[in-house]
């Protein structure tokens, strides 16, 4: 029973729908994740190399939307 309570607890929130993620500016690591339909690694190996543009805020990387929106052009 414990170990069913830690496990709720330790479950990240449901994402927002696709639509909602694709109205923001700025996305977190897991929409624009979620946005792309790639991994974390994947994502991180990207913008290692510079493919896509992020801006520390504090502790968390933020992608901004254009930046994704740019791979397609």
Known sequence: ???EKETEAG???PLENLEEIQAK???SISEACALLGISR???HRAIKRGVIQTTKLGRRLIIKRASIDKLFE
């Open 1 to 3: 029973m414990e170990i």
């Open 41 to 43: 690694q994947t994502l």
């Open 11 to 13: 479950k990240q929130k």
């Open 25 to 27: 500016e700025f996305l």
